[in-house]
Every structure is written in C-alpha cells, then in structure tokens.
C-alpha cells in the first residue's frame, strides 16, 4: 500500500541557510500536518493543510512557511535556519476524518550545523 | 486546550512480563484515541485507536480500553518480546474533519531478554 513519502531522509545545512521538506500525502489524503520532534521529545504540531487551505497553526516560527499544491504535495520551508531547529520533521496524511487515523512518513531529520 | 499524560519512563521489562502504560488525556467532547509506537530511527506507525467511549482498540496483542469516566486509554499487553522495545505515543484527536493529533511525552520501553 502507498505510504507517506517524505524526502529528504537526512538533510544538513548550515545556520543561516534555507531548507526545503517535501511530503506526499497517500492517495486521496485531502489533509497533511506538519510535526516537529526534537531528541527524546514528543512530536509538535507545526500547522496543517485541508484541500489545499492551511487549516491549523501550531508552534511555527515565523521563518518557517509551508503550503498544499493543487496535488495535494506539500512543503514546509525553513529560512534562517538556526543550530535549534534540528530535528525531526515529519509529515502525516489524513482522509479528514480522523476516525481513520493519521498515517506518517519516516521523517526528515534535519542538522544545523 | 486538549492534553495527554502519559506515565514517565523509561519502563524496562524482562520477555513474556506484563506491560502497562498509562494513559489520560482532558479534552472537551469526545475525541478519538490513539497509541503509537516508534522504533528507532523510524517514523510513528499507527499501533491501535479507539472512536467512543468503551471502544477496545487491538493489535499486535496490544489493547486498549477507552474510558470516558476515567478520561484514560491504558496500553496493556500481556507478553512482551524484546521486540516491542519502542517508544511508545499516546495521542488524541478532536473528532472534526482535519483536526491535529496531541501527543503525550512518550514512554520509552526496553524489553531485556
């Protein structure tokens, strides 16, 4: 079955510089969600998208953005990266109704150097 | 705002003991339920969930009881392998299209042959 494609697995920038994470929803998934997990912590909701519109904001800093393309991919896009944002980024899809249950990549792990 | 305890860890157990991690969570309404586990270095993977009250959520010989009076949702096993050594993810939903997943801290358990 399809899964939740995230890429890039291992991404290592420098501070200061941009980075760009990419997700793909399962098929049919109208709703992607952005999470942020720091070592040995719980992930953190960073925002959400629903058909394309963002439909939560959680604990995004301003440097980053993010956005759904009409194929329902999206981005997350870190600017002014700092030694602090390295983590664990993951990205997960729903068919918006939750019931079903939230699928998520393997993640990208980000280091600032 | 909703929120999910999860007992501390880390738990270490020895093969074929008896596994239990708490759970409780505050919510306003009915939310759905959710335990997921992740192995190292690896992403989250749904492990059961549960919709309404008194749903039993199972897999993997994995249970979990929704109990609404307790506002808890414990995660019990009966035999743990050394393979179940994880971390594992207590979460919540609003029951709402495109709603975020809350997630406890985690609990990180080591199963010692």
């Known amino acids: 079955a399809a899964g939740v494609i995230q890429s890039p697995r291992h991404l290592i920038k420098e501070k200061r510089e941009t980075a760009t994470l990419k997700c793909y929803p399962i098929?049919?998934?109208?709703?992607v969600y952005w999470y942020q997990q720091g070592p040995g912590q719980d992930p953190q909701f960073l925002i959400s998208?629903?058909?394309?519109?963002?439909?939560d904001k959680g604990s995004i800093p301003d440097r980053f953005s993010a956005q759904q393309f009409s194929d329902y991919h999206s981005e997350l896009n870190m600017s002014s990266l700092e030694l602090g944002d390295s983590a664990l980024y993951f990205c997960?899809?729903?068919?918006?109704?939750?019931?079903?249950?939230?699928?998520f990549g393997s993640g990208t792990r980000l280091t600032v150097v | 705002g909703n929120s999910v305890t999860q007992m501390e860890g880390p738990v270490t157990l020895s093969e074929e003991a008896f596994l239990t991690i708490n759970c409780t969570y505050t919510?306003?309404?009915?939310?759905?339920l959710f335990w997921y586990v992740q192995y190292p270095g690896e992403g989250l993977q749904l492990l059961l969930k549960?919709?309404?009250?008194?749903d039993k959520g199972s897999n993997k010989g994995f249970e979990a009881t929704y109990r609404k009076e307790t506002t808890s949702f414990h995660l019990e096993k009966g035999s743990v392998q050394v393979s179940d050594s994880a971390v594992y993810f207590c979460?919540?939903?609003?029951?709402?299209?495109?709603?975020?997943?809350?997630f406890g801290q985690g609990t990180r358990l080591t199963i010692n042959p």
């Open positions: 997960a899809s729903s068919p918006g109704e939750v019931v079903y249950g939230y699928t």
């Open positions: 098929p049919r998934h109208d709703t």
């Open positions: 998208f629903y058909e394309k519109m963002q439909s």
């Open positions: 919510a306003t309404g009915y939310p759905s």
């Open positions: 549960a919709t309404k009250a008194d």
């Open positions: 979460a919540l939903s609003a029951v709402l299209r495109a709603q975020k997943l809350v």
